[in-house]
């Protein structure tokens, strides 16, 4: 079956400026994750979603990101008024969110977000 | 605060060495804990998940221990190939995110 999948593969965008990130999990996944990986570090967890609420955002750097949630299927993350520190890799994963200590993240293969 | 260290950050070995990876975390408080591997431009890939009552688990010539008490797990390569050449990283479940260490570069060379 189809994996978790990412739009865009890449994004330039100038400093001060807006984007939208998209996370399509894999179908009847109910938890969702976002991490980043910032060149040379290791992956930030960001925020994780189950089902469409947001039980954990203690990962998100500041208040210009947000993520959204449509039902158990697509997310959204934005980020406004990049800086040029937000450039990374924005990764988002999926898992079944049935707890018992087995819950594999299948992750997608990232947005590359470079801010000019 | 979870910490998750892994070393060697970088190796080099070649082809057909034993090798192994180590992964120490600070809090035994875990679910589970993965191995993952990394290719260059590419998302995760999940190698091997060890639940917090597990001692190992093996898939092919994978094979990834867990001992929660004293913070560690290692994950042995056996006869290495050139397509194991990437970036591996384990990552403890803190209940609702994972922590990852900040990964071990390896290169197996012909």
């Known amino acids: 079956g189809a994996g978790v999948s990412q739009s865009p593969s890449n994004k330039v965008t100038e400093k001060g400026k807006d984007v939208e990130l998209r996370c399509d999990p894999i179908?009847?996944?109910?938890?969702l994750y976002w991490y980043r990986q910032r060149l040379g570090q290791g992956l930030e967890f960001l925020i994780y979603?189950?089902?469409?609420?947001?039980?954990?955002k203690s990962g998100l750097p500041s208040d210009r990101f947000s993520a959204e949630r449509t039902g158990e299927s697509v997310s959204t993350l934005t980020i406004q008024r990049t800086q040029q520190e937000d450039s990374a890799v924005y990764l988002c994963?999926?898992?079944?969110?049935?707890?018992?200590?087995?819950?594999?993240?299948?992750f997608g293969p990232g947005t590359r977000l470079l801010v000019l | 605060k979870q910490e998750v260290t892994q070393i060697p950050a970088a190796l080099s070995v070649p082809e057909g060495e034993n090798l192994v990876l180590n992964c120490s975390f600070t809090?035994?408080?875990?679910?589970?804990l993965q191995w993952f591997r990394q290719d260059p431009g590419k998302g995760l890939t999940s190698l091997l998940l060890?639940?917090?009552?597990?001692r190992e688990q093996t898939s092919g010539r994978l094979n990834a221990s867990l001992d929660k008490s004293s913070g560690r797990s290692t994950l042995y390569i056996a006869a290495s190939q050139p397509g194991d050449s990437a970036t591996y990283l384990c990552?403890?479940?803190?209940?609702?995110?994972?922590?990852f260490g900040t990964g071990t570069r390896l290169q197996v060379f012909p």
């Open positions: 994963a999926s898992s079944l969110g049935d707890w018992g200590g087995q819950e594999t993240q299948y």
């Open positions: 179908s009847g996944h109910t938890a």
């Open positions: 979603f189950q089902g469409n609420s947001a039980p954990d």
């Open positions: 809090d035994s408080a875990i679910y589970n």
């Open positions: 060890i639940q917090s009552s597990q």
């Open positions: 990552a403890v479940d803190n209940t609702d995110k994972l922590i």
